[in-house]
């Protein structure tokens, strides 16, 4: 890994001292920063989380969690709680120019967690605050970060505490061996690093929303989508009876121009609420009867927000000692709910890593890989959600005609379902260039992708498992299939044998996945043996012959390769992970 670096770079991630007052500061405590905060804090890492409001907000913004980030939430540990209050979102009815499409279904995704869910920003952020909480960590609100600066060893932050409600305020400056910028839009972190931030405000639209009852002629238990010629709009179930409705009208330069909340907008950076100017239920109301072409009944609104956004990402996403994670580094129009699950998942990304590498099990280096695997999802994102933007939320006449005419046949294919349903839950996102990627082979996820589930039996005690429990008890998984002939039994077991020698003492548990369990008592010791009689798992990674995957903390493959690979993978854990002793 070192050799990946510049000289220069080397130098700038350098060990990290120990002299420093914590290993990390995070600065801003919104649902990026508090995910960053659990996965450190659960590795042992001596983490700060500040934060310069004085409470969460208890409004529901960002309502979807996609099911990969469930994923990455489950391992944070939060997802128990979360599945108990939040709301299944199964199937999106689509109104397209006048006419009823079909429905985009999100259910029954090959996942502990099948489906997208619905349940407030506030509410999540609360179930992981919580969850810091018992970890032992407070986040320190009415904290704000004001100055950061940058050298070889890590960052040193000025900081002020304030008393609500008082004059009081007092100053600390804070030594870290890494600093986070997780706060948001107009981060402070970014702006030291001078990063770019480049993009634009998409000009001529604003969003209203509600998150109050409705009653209507159609059914619930489902969310609803309508594009028109004057606009679109979206009414998505929230727990507890609520519905989110979400309108987007024109937004007409000279009138809504001159409010103080419009000026405010047209200086920020990323989705600016005009709070001078929250709309009424009775304007929400007015413009939905009017793109659903329905009556409706709107009562007992919980928020109401008039709002407009922008795209815009950082040329990258570290430097040094810093990094940026979420909102700070990428803003996007909420096509599909994606600016939040894209946050949480760079969180994800970087919280395993920073530990290892602060721990010393890995080499500095792997942290470029953060910058190299997170840049291109959230560039891809932002092309993505601009091109859905302006091809499906705003398309010309001639692509209305083709989704009126051709709409119903399309949604109803398979490959459509398939390639919605992968795209909105983020199950494509892969890391193919990351140089913690290596692929030599082999069938099913290459290295990069996500890691597939599967079940199997647990020699031993019989328990069925699935390979997504298995990842969530562990740090690296390491898969070693047989294939489904066990021709070549004798070399599996050699190579396994090496593998359990070379990765002791190291985070890896390592599975022997068999077709059959009467070869289980020549197995290895310190291996655990899955017994794969229906092939799922065999099928799943489409393995015929002995094949080995690598799984990383975050349930990526990085490395895939067959047994013949064997010296290349030994390369690849000496490259990954620092020398013991
Ligand atoms: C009205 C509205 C509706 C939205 N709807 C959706 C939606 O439907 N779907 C979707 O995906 N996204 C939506 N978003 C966007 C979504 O809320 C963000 O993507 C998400 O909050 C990003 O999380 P974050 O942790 O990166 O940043 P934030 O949530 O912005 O958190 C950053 C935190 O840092 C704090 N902070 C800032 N500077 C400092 C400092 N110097 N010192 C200390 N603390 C600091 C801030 O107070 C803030 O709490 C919406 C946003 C808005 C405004």
Redesign the pocket.
């Known amino acids: 890994m070192e050799t990946m670096m510049s000289s220069n770079q080397t130098k700038s991630l350098k060990e990290p001292s120990r002299a420093a007052s914590v290993d990390v500061l995070i600065?801003?405590?919104?649902?990026?920063?508090?995910t960053l905060a659990n996965e450190l804090v659960r590795r042992g890492v001596r983490t700060r989380i500040?934060?310069?409001?004085s409470s969460i907000?208890e409004?529901s913004?960002?309502?979807?969690l996609h099911v990969r980030t469930q994923e990455a939430l489950n391992r944070v540990g939060i997802m128990t709680a979360a599945v108990a209050e939040a709301r299944a979102m199964r199937e999106v009815v689509v109104h397209g120019y006048g006419k009823h499409i079909g429905s985009w279904h999100l259910d029954g995704i090959e996942s502990p967690f099948p489906h997208p869910l619905i349940i407030g920003?506030n509410r999540t952020q609360h179930l992981l605050n919580d969850a810091l909480r018992r970890r032992g960590v407070e986040v320190e609100w009415n904290?704000?970060?004001?100055e950061v600066t940058l050298d070889d060893q890590g960052a040193t932050v000025e900081?002020r505490h304030s008393e609500p409600g008082s004059m009081q305020v007092s100053g600390e400056t804070v030594r870290a061996d890494y600093v986070i910028g997780?706060?948001?839009?107009?981060?402070?972190v970014r702006k030291t690093l001078g990063l770019t931030f480049e993009g634009e405000r998409y000009s001529g639209e604003q969003f209203i929303?509600a998150d109050c009852k409705l009653a209507w002629n159609l059914p619930n238990g489902r969310s609803y989508l309508f594009l028109t010629t004057d606009g679109y709009m979206m009414a998505i179930e929230m727990p507890n009876g609520f519905v989110?409705i979400?309108i987007s009208i024109p937004d007409a330069a000279g009138t809504t121009h001159q409010t103080v909340g419009q000026l405010e907008a047209e200086n920020s950076l990323?989705?600016?609420?005009d709070i001078s100017a929250e709309p009424t239920l009775d304007e929400i109301k007015s413009h939905f009867e009017r793109l659903s072409g329905m009556k409706v009944t709107l009562s007992d609104p919980v928020w109401l927000?008039r709002?407009r956004t922008s795209h815009r990402y950082a040329n990258q996403f570290s430097g040094g000692r810093a990094f940026v994670?979420?909102?700070?580094g990428h803003?996007h129009v909420?096509i599909g709910?994606?600016?939040?699950?894209t946050?949480i998942q760079d969180a994800f990304n970087l919280g395993w890593k920073l530990a290892g590498v602060i721990q010393g099990e890995y080499p500095p280096s792997l942290l470029e890989t953060y910058n190299q695997e997170r840049h291109p999802v959230a560039e891809g994102l932002i092309k993505g959600t601009d091109l859905a933007y302006k091809g499906i939320l705003h398309p010309g006449e001639i692509k209305q005609r083709a989704v009126r005419l051709l709409g119903p046949f399309v949604v109803r294919t398979d490959t459509a379902q398939t390639f919605m349903r992968n795209t909105l839950e983020e199950l494509t996102i892969a890391y193919p260039h990351s140089a913690l990627t290596e692929d030599h082979g082999g069938g099913g996820p290459r290295a990069g992708e996500r890691c597939p589930d599967a079940h199997l039996v647990r020699h031993g005690d019989q328990r069925t498992v699935r390979i997504s429990e298995l990842l969530q008890d562990a740090e690296w998984t390491l898969l070693l299939f047989t294939g489904t002939h066990l021709n070549a039994w004798a070399e599996v077991l050699a190579t396994g044998t090496e593998l359990v020698a070379r990765l002791s003492g190291r985070p890896v548990a390592v599975h022997l996945v068999v077709p059959t369990a009467s070869v289980a008592a020549d197995a290895p010791a310190g291996v655990s043996i899955l017994i794969d009689a229906l092939e799922e798992a065999h099928t799943k990674f489409a393995v015929t012959t002995p094949t080995v995957h690598l799984i990383r903390p975050d349930n990526h493959v990085g490395f895939r390769g067959r047994l013949q690979a064997g010296a290349e993978l030994k390369a690849y854990i000496e490259r990954v992970f620092r020398p013991r002793g």
């Open positions: 600065i801003g405590a919104g649902p990026v920063g508090l500040i934060e310069k409001q907000r409004v913004k960002a309502l979807i920003q904290t704000e970060a004001l900081i997780c706060e948001g839009s107009k981060s402070l929303q989110r979400f990323g989705a600016a609420e927000a709002y994670a979420g909102d700070s803003v909420p709910g994606q600016g939040m699950n946050g």
